[in-house]
């Protein structure tokens, strides 16, 4: 079954210095799809070091469990967030994006 167009939970504020945690939430899909997250458009890598644009930023992300966590938050962490899943049956499916101010 191919997953359902998925919903972003993502905290409108989170306090720079603390922990935010922005989870995805599909409940179609069969195999379980795995998830990416998008932050102002842009795919996040998996660790936020192997990438020019996000080294500034710390975060893990789980694509198995949809959940991304900032630990600390960052000015640099505002912007929109949208997360996509997919499974190998049919298309990705993409949320809406929602923005975090930090």
Not at 8 to 35: M, N, Q, W, Y
Not at 75 to 81: L, R, V
Request: proline fraction near 11%.
């Amino acid at each position: 079954v191919p997953p359902s167009k998925p919903v972003a939970h993502v905290p409108t504020s989170a306090t720079i210095g603390s922990k935010a945690v922005l989870r995805c939430s599909e409940t179609d899909g069969s195999p379980p799809p795995t998830f990416r997250w998008y932050k102002d458009g842009m795919v996040m890598p998996t660790d936020p070091k192997t990438s020019a644009t996000f080294r500034n930023s710390s975060y893990s992300l789980d694509s198995t469990t949809g959940v991304l966590t900032f630990e600390p938050v960052s000015a640099f962490d505002t912007g929109e967030y949208s997360c996509e899943a997919s499974n190998n049956v049919g298309s990705p499916q993409k949320s809406e994006a929602i923005r975090m101010e930090a």
